[in-house]
């Protein structure tokens, strides 16, 4: 999920020369198919259900509550619930919001070349599947 946003902010980056959160803006309609990878992205770090990122703060939280650090746990609740905020405002930017026009171009699509493609997809898929099934991930590391 962190290769998978990262991959796209570079992308958007190198296209729009610029990283701020208005670089997003409008994405869907520039570029959707990078749009809906960012999103998943987003959702999987938020910590979403059915995504990799659920299972590992699922995981955290579960293994302090076991180990009674309530304190943690609350910590980290709150913490969670901050960075679901801030997630959602780059959603928020990529499907609501126009695409920044400063009167010299127009919003034009991302290019995004062949090979790229493909790891974006094996990488959303992987997010879905470990996210469904982390038995496979757990049998990783354990």
């Known amino acids: 999920m962190t290769m998978l946003a990262f991959l796209i902010m570079t992308l958007v980056r190198v296209q729009q020369g610029d990283e701020n ?14 749009a809906f990878a960012m999103l ?3 959702a999987s770090l938020a910590g979403v259900p059915l995504t990799a990122g659920f299972v590992g703060k699922f995981l955290v939280f579960a293994l302090a509550l076991q180990e009674k650090h309530y304190w943690l746990v609350a910590i980290a609740v709150v913490g969670a ?4 905020y801030y997630y959602l405002k780059v959603v928020k930017s990529m499907y609501w919001e ?5 009167g010299s171009q127009t919003a034009a699509p991302i290019k995004v070349s062949w090979p790229t493609r493909i790891a974006i997809v094996l990488l959303v898929v992987a997010i879905f599947y470990f996210g469904v099934n982390p ?6 590391f354990l």
Do not use: H, R, W
């Not at 619930?81 to 679901?84: L, V």
């Not at 126009?98 to 400063?102: A, K, M, S, T, V």
């Open 21 to 34: 959160l208005e670089s997003y803006n409008g994405l869907a309609k520039t570029s959707p198919f990078l």
């Open 40 to 42: 998943v992205a987003m």
């Open 81 to 84: 619930a901050a960075g679901f």
């Open 98 to 102: 126009l695409p920044i026009d400063d």
């Open 135 to 140: 038995k496979a991930l757990l049998g990783l």
